[in-house]
């Protein structure tokens, strides 16, 4: 987990957040619409993508590569707090990416294998919760960020991803 904690301030319309950037190692601002926010929801989480280059660059730093343009996923919830924070350049982040988080130990990622409808909750396919997890499964996030993004326990993950596997909705990727 980041040390460094987004910020958010609610106005009657729209939300102003800062989110670290791992690449720029600096917050970086945004404002978002607040209904663009429940309209993206879907029952779980809303994510932002931006792209952008650094505010701040470092003009010392020849090896310095975050003027170039990369991508922030800032994860909202219907709170609208921020519950996860992504960098990456090109258009997803790698599994290497993935991988230095978690350095020396087991990677698992969680990838959705099948298109799971809104329909299938109301359904009573699915729970809101399963939906909601379902949808951080993009493959950018390992088995622990998708819990922390969730705010929910590795266990409780673990033991969903366990009940979707046998609805043949998930698999897990595992690296070491
Ligand atoms: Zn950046």
């Known amino acids: 987990m980041s040390e460094h904690r987004s910020i958010v301030k609610r106005y009657f319309r729209e939300v102003e957040c800062w989110a670290w950037c791992d690449i720029c190692k600096e917050m970086i601002q945004m404002k978002l619409d607040k209904e663009e926010i429940q309209n993206g929801l879907e029952l779980g ?32 919830d219907d709170k609208y707090n921020v519950t996860g924070v992504k960098s990456f350049f090109g258009d997803s982040p790698t599994i290497q990416t993935l991988g230095q988080k ?17 329909m299938s909750v109301h359904l009573g396919m699915i729970t809101q919760e ?47």
């Not at 730093?61 to 994860?75: A, F, L, N």
């Not at 020396?104 to 959705?112: H, K, L, Q």
């Not at 922390?148 to 909705?169: C, F, P, T």
């Open 45 to 76: 989480i809303y994510t932002k993508e931006l792209k952008h280059i650094n505010p701040y660059p470092d003009s010392d730093d020849p090896d310095d590569r975050s003027v170039e343009e990369h991508t922030i996923y800032v994860y909202i």
């Open 102 to 118: 978690v350095e020396g130990a087991e990677v698992r990622i969680p990838i959705v294998v099948k298109d799971v409808p809104e």
């Open 130 to 176: 399963q939906y909601k997890v379902l949808k951080i499964c993009d493959g950018m996030n390992t088995l622990e960020q998708v819990a922390e993004i969730a705010q929910k326990s590795v266990d409780e993950i673990e033991e969903m991803m366990e009940q979707l596997r046998d609805k043949g909705l998930v698999k897990v990727i595992r690296r070491t």
